[in-house]
């Protein structure tokens, strides 16, 4: 077995223990300079822990939407279940209800008290998936706070202490909340 020329100088008696170990203790110093050094010289690794960074922040970026996509599903989920165990059972013998949505006429079956309900603000109309549902004010106020786009029609309630300021001259012609039309 050969032996490494430090050792065959240490066993001549050419050099002390102690400078082989000072020897020694140095090429380590060396070594782990140049490891620490060499990151702050090799260009391509400072270009590596740049990518390694921006791919950190675009991982955190794309994070954020996920996690922002899953909040909206599930806040789409509630809305669904809420107008799904809250709904006014349609009328199909009844009369058709009226309403604007996203630039179109829509229209609900509902019966007579449905009708004045709807008018005086005691229920709304909410929309799920592509149905329009008749459902209670209390639900829609909660549906107002999770999703207001999910809120098609709430009407004011005539006992609400909000006043509407009319045009004078037309003060004695009042238009009827139930009109059907």
Known sequence: MSK???????????????????AKASKAKRKKQNTANKGESNPSRQEAQ????????????LNLKIEEEKKQRATA??????IQENKV???SDGQPFHFEHEGS???????????????DGRLAI???KA????????????IRSLAPSSLVLFGKSKNSS??????????DYTVPDDLVW
């Open 4 to 22: 490494s020329l430090q050792e065959q100088l240490l066993k001549a008696g050419m050099v002390s223990a102690k400078q082989f170990k000072q």
């Open 50 to 61: 740049h990518r390694l960074a921006e791919k950190r922040q675009r991982d955190r970026v």
């Open 77 to 82: 989920a509630q809305v669904r279940s809420l």
């Open 89 to 91: 059972a349609e009328d």
């Open 105 to 119: 006429i829509k229209s609900v079956f509902v019966s007579e008290a449905v009708r004045k309900d709807l008018a």
């Open 126 to 128: 909410a929309k799920s």
């Open 131 to 142: 149905r329009y549902r008749v459902v209670p004010a209390s639900t829609a106020e909660k």
């Open 162 to 171: 909000e006043k509407e300021t009319l045009d004078p001259a037309y003060a």
